[in-house]
């Protein structure tokens, strides 16, 4: 009985660490349109990438771009931004002072300065994020995804 007790204590301060441990993954705005372009879960598939917790980051300038496409955006595309700001209400909102500032310039900036890898398709803020170093996640061939660079 003695045993037992130390085994899933054991366990249960492993299964709290894990808990604990969560990768923090900056979102783009086009992160977010992958489940309707590409009926994937893409924090599952996070998880599964990155094989612990995640905890999905989103700029507010990411957001402001999301709100503006949702309300002055083509038809299809409000309806795809809209599902997108539901997508966006399971991520974690960092406030920030920066105002008027591009979300790809932001991104850049934000994860530049933690060392935090980005979840983008965009191929120009993949390149900018390649060249100063900081991990790049992306949808490859249309099914899973896959990560440029080391945690």
């Not at 130390?6 to 993954?25: D, W």
């Not at 530049?112 to 979840?119: A, R, Y």
């Amino acid at each position: 009985m003695e045993t037992n007790r130390i085994r899933n204590n054991a366990l249960m301060t492993e299964k709290n660490k894990q808990e604990k441990t969560k990768v923090k993954v900056i979102l783009d705005s086009n992160a977010l349109f992958a489940p309707l372009q590409f009926k994937i879960d893409i924090f599952e598939e996070l998880r599964n990438l990155l094989k612990t917790n995640i905890e999905p980051i989103l700029l507010p300038s990411v957001r402001r771009e999301l709100e503006k496409l949702a309300e002055h955006g083509a038809p299809s595309m409000r309806k795809k931004a809209a599902y997108a700001l539901q997508l966006a209400e399971k991520c974690k909102l960092i406030e920030r002072d920066v105002d008027f500032i591009s979300p790809d310039d932001d991104i850049v900036e934000f994860a530049s300065k933690w060392k935090i890898p980005v979840f983008t398709n965009d191929r120009m803020l993949r390149r900018r994020l390649r060249n100063i170093s900081v991990p790049v996640i992306y949808v490859r061939q249309k099914s899973r995804l896959e990560i440029d660079g080391r945690i």
